[in-house]
């Protein structure tokens, strides 16, 4: 099975950077996922690691170690419109589903 | 718009009645899934097709639960003898083989 913790909640200042870690204990692995989800929205896709390392993507990173079950979503220049559920997600071995972790909702304070 | 669209976006039914959700996925993804998702939690995969074929359907919540793709197009899901404890928005997503993309998702309230 997986089992997959985040933060329930981070606030955050506008401007600022804030790092959203992500820690997973898997049965199988096959890359990892964030996923942005605003209240009453549907998530949208953020970044997907598959290999160690840092991937940047403007002003969203993420970065994976696979020997530690560690991933970490940084989120640079912080805007008021980035507040919102962030959801780390497992896919599985056979890369058929993803099991998501409980989501970190960060706020965003002027 | 080109992606995935779920209907209805909410459903309110009586404790008892049967209810069903449709998803058309994005047209050239073959795979498909269905989630649930409950206030304050991540989503919970409940099942996952691939063309017309079901090939994960143990993590469907209970026998009242079915999901169907007939023609390896939309997705239909099944509660039947709903129940309050089925309340929860219902997501689906599809996928050309990486990344999945989300749907608006049917919100259910049963009263």
């Known amino acids: 099975g997986q089992n997959i913790d985040q933060p329930t909640e981070m606030t955050a200042t506008e401007g600022a950077i804030v790092q959203i870690n992500c820690t997973y204990q898997?049965?199988?692995?096959?890359?990892l996922f964030w996923y942005q989800q605003h209240a009453g929205e549907a998530p949208t896709f953020l970044s997907y690691?598959?290999?160690?390392g840092l991937e940047e993507k403007g002003r969203f990173s993420s970065f994976l170690s696979r020997s530690k079950g560690y991933s970490y979503l940084l989120l640079k220049e912080l805007q008021m419109k980035d507040s919102a559920s962030y959801l780390c997600?497992?896919?599985?071995?056979?890369?058929?589903?993803?099991?998501f972790g409980g989501g970190t909702r960060l706020m965003v304070k002027p | 718009d080109t992606g995935v669209s779920q209907n209805p976006r909410h459903k309110i039914t009586k404790r008892g009645q049967n209810v069903t959700f449709r998803c058309d996925p994005i047209?050239?993804?073959?795979?498909l899934y269905w989630y649930r998702q409950t206030l304050g939690q991540g989503p919970e995969f409940l099942t996952y097709f691939q063309n017309e074929a079901q090939l994960e359907k143990s993590r469907l919540l209970s026998d009242r639960f079915s999901a169907e793709r007939p023609k390896g197009s939309f997705s239909t899901l099944e509660i039947q003898r709903t129940e309050q404890g089925d309340s929860a928005m219902y997501l689906c997503?599809?996928?050309?083989?990486?990344?999945?993309?989300f749907g608006p998702g049917t919100r259910l309230t049963v009263l």
């Open positions: 997503a599809s996928s050309p083989r990486g990344e999945q993309f």
């Open positions: 690691n598959v290999l160690d």
């Open positions: 898997t049965s199988g692995f096959n890359g």
């Open positions: 047209s050239e993804h073959n795979r």
């Open positions: 997600a497992v896919r599985d071995q056979a890369g058929n589903m993803l099991t």
